[in-house]
């Protein structure tokens, strides 16, 4: 059977397993479209984001979102937050240019490490990291070592399964102004598409990657999807909406 037969199958099978799920960093480009498919797709009996303020949404599909509203300063207080969901997804991240460095390293590794520990002592089985291209704990890039560094942290920690994501620049329509991103996404658009989907790709697609990967049985504890693993799951399945 091909993966797009059987991905219709892999999400029946998993929704009769009634898990729950948490997201960090739902109210981000990639958070958002990912928290808008786990619906579409109707995949958890139960779904919590975690964050730092509470999102609205209009929309009668997020009536039963549960939100935990926590201070990442201080996030052992917080610790009942991540206890209980079988799934965790972190989209979590913020950048050097808003926060300087270090509070870029705050976000991107501590709060994420720490989110991962607590969620690991809360019974989460299934840890889903979104790191990036490139990122390597000995680069001397303090973005691409910082990635690096908190996957290989939290690979320590042992989830029975810890998927991490490796996308290249995320295609999305920003409102944030990121003038660098736009750039990007300009240059990008210049180029023939098979050189751009070697160093970029739409958030829909890295979504859909992280949900098509988890209904499928994880082979391996730890697995890595670089950005053409990505755009290769992310369009498995041709039958889901545009
Ligand atoms: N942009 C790219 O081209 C690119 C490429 C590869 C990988 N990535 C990585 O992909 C991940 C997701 O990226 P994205 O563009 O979807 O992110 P995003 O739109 O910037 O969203 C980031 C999320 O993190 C939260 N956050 C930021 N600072 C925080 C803080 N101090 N305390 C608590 N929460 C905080 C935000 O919450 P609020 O809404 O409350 O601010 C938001 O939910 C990041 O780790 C990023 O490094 C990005």
Known sequence: MTET???????????MQNKSVFILGASGEIGKVLLKEILEQNLFSKVTLIGRRKLTFEEEAYK???????????????ASAFQGH?????CLGTTRAKVGAEGFVRVDR???????????????????LVSSKGAD???????????????????ELKFDRYSVFRPGALLCDRQESRPGE??????FGSLPN?????????????????????????????????NKDIHALGKADGSLKP
């Open 182 to 187: 736009w750039l990007v996404r300009k240059f």
């Open 137 to 155: 704990k000995s680069s001397n890039f303090l973005y691409l070592q910082v990635k690096g560094e908190t996957e290989a942290r939290i690979e």
């Open 64 to 78: 039963n979102v549960n939100q935990e509203v926590v201070d990442f300063e201080k996030l052992d207080d917080y």
């Open 86 to 90: 079988d799934v965790g997804f972190c």
């Open 5 to 15: 037969q059987a991905l219709p199958k892999l999400r029946e099978d998993f929704r």
């Open 194 to 226: 098979s050189w751009a989907s070697g160093l970029s790709v739409p958030v829909v697609t890295v979504a859909r990657a992280m949900l098509n990967n988890m209904v499928r049985p994880g082979s391996e504890q730890m697995e890595v999807l670089e």
């Open 110 to 128: 501590d709060y994420v490490l720490k989110s991962a520990e607590l969620a690991k002592t809360g019974g989460c089985k299934h840890f889903n």
